[in-house]
């Protein structure tokens, strides 16, 4: 009997669709998001997809945004952070007495001396990292659980921020700190195109780079024709989202106020665009840093593989309890971060800063598609689920919905997008 070796297998052939290999549950939010939107501009007679509300809504997305990305990694961590807009306020409350107190008064330099933002950034950031690493050592070293140590936090620190400040509202902030606010600063017309083009540059860039990296290690790849597609997609949605914010002019009025401050006359007939707020800008680079982090370093791998399995990472040599407290202290940095945005798009600091952030947070999280059980979730996702959570908050106060049953609607939505999740990742087998 002669053996014979069996054919070769045919690889089932795969509709275009699936040779795009797009993220299904990626795609779900984008839908999602995209019939919100259709939804409250059908509402609001055209106004919710306005150039002047898109640039709005992007930049009252940020500070809970920014704070989502470090959540990612707690829920990953199997951990949760109830403290964060309570870290928020107090770190807002720190860098207002930085500039109206300590670098004016004890320090000599006045009011809006260039060195000011600096400063009272510089000591936020360090206040926030200590505060996120002080709960982090509680829970990793003294095996206190994330859930009460930070519920602790949350009225900890919302109450040393109202002493900080003897509960007084603290502004105007300097105007150099304003800058990182939204509307008090952007980066205008021209310089939106040039980050634009830059972005779209930096995002082929990766498609390619990942294409050679799978193609070095015999990884199956797209075929070229869906990678350009792919390509072609992430370029138009980059320049279209500057197109959009160069669309919304700023008012004649301020315009004109713009150049009596310089001493100078408004010509006849000009105009000029917000172009993309600074705020937003500095979103991105968290997006990318902390993207890099999680899927290019040990740090991030650590953290994925103590959240999918704590007992094996321990077993593997990793030193969990150490984890835990960068983990807590990037969170802290964030929060810090998320004030800077948050009192600069305010232009004071005011005791109620950074009220229930942290459920807010936490659900864009969550509904961003980070799975409570850990180790799973994804930076963008985050920054998509506080958009979508930032959305229905905006569409439903312009339609005229009250507030107390805006909140009904997004509780009801976090519930809804757990549900959703738990569903499809049983159907793929996943734990959850």
């Not at 902030?173 to 540059?201: C, H, K, M, P, R």
């Not at 009250?402 to 009904?408: E, H, K, L």
Request: with cysteine; hydrophobic share 55%; aromatic share 8%.
């Amino acid at each position: 009997m002669t053996d014979t070796a069996p054919p070769p297998a045919v690889p089932a052939k795969r509709s275009l669709f699936a040779q795009l290999e797009l993220d299904n549950r990626l795609l779900g939010m984008i839908g999602a998001f995209v019939l919100v939107a259709i939804m409250f501009n059908i509402l609001t007679d055209g106004r919710f997809l306005t150039p002047r509300n898109i640039f709005n809504l992007t930049i009252q997305t940020v500070s809970v945004a920014i704070m989502a990305t470090g959540m990612v990694f707690i829920i990953v961590s199997r951990h949760i952070d109830l403290s964060v807009g309570s870290v928020l306020a107090t770190t807002s409350a720190v860098m207002a007495m930085v500039q109206t107190v300590v670098t004016p008064d004890w320090l000599g330099l006045g009011l809006n001396h260039p060195a000011t933002a600096p400063i009272a950034i510089l000591a936020g950031l360090a206040v926030g990292v200590a505060i996120g690493a002080f709960h982090g050592w509680m829970v990793g070293y003294l095996g206190i659980p994330a859930f009460i140590v930070t519920l602790g936090g949350l009225l900890v620190w919302r109450n040393v921020a109202w002493y900080v400040t003897r509960g007084q509202t603290i502004g105007p902030l300097d105007e150099t700190f304003q800058l990182f606010g939204g509307i008090n600063g952007t980066l205008g017309e021209t310089a939106s195109w040039i980050i634009g083009a830059l972005a779209a540059v930096a995002a082929v860039a990766a498609l390619l780079n990942d294409r050679r990296r799978k193609q070095a290690h015999d990884f199956p790849v797209k075929p070229l024709w869906a990678e350009a597609t792919v390509a072609v997609i992430v370029v138009g949605a980059i320049m279209g989202f500057i197109a959009v914010l160069n669309s919304y002019e700023i008012p004649t009025r301020r315009l004109a106020r713009m150049f009596e401050a310089r001493g100078e006359t408004m010509p006849e007939g000009y105009t000029a665009a917000y172009g993309l707020p600074i705020s937003v800008l500095l979103l991105i680079a968290v997006a990318v840093v902390m993207t890099v982090i999680a899927r290019r370093t040990r740090l991030g791998r650590y953290i994925y593989a103590n959240g999918g399995n704590p007992d094996a990472a321990l077993l593997a040599g990793i030193n969990t309890r150490f984890l835990t407290v960068k983990v807590f202290a990037i969170m802290g940095f964030l929060c810090a971060l998320s004030a800077v945005v948050a009192s600069a798009r305010q232009t004071f600091h005011s005791n109620d800063i950074g009220t229930l952030d942290e459920l807010r947070v936490i659900a864009a999280a969550v509904i961003g598609g980070t799975a409570l059980s850990g180790g799973i979730g994804t930076i963008h996702g985050a920054i998509l689920g506080a958009l979508i959570m930032q959305s229905l908050q905006s569409g439903m106060a312009m339609v005229g919905v009250d507030t107390p049953f805006q909140n009904i609607v997004v509780g009801a939505v976090l519930v809804l997008a757990v549900l959703i999740d738990t569903i499809y990742r049983k159907r793929l087998g996943v734990r959850t």
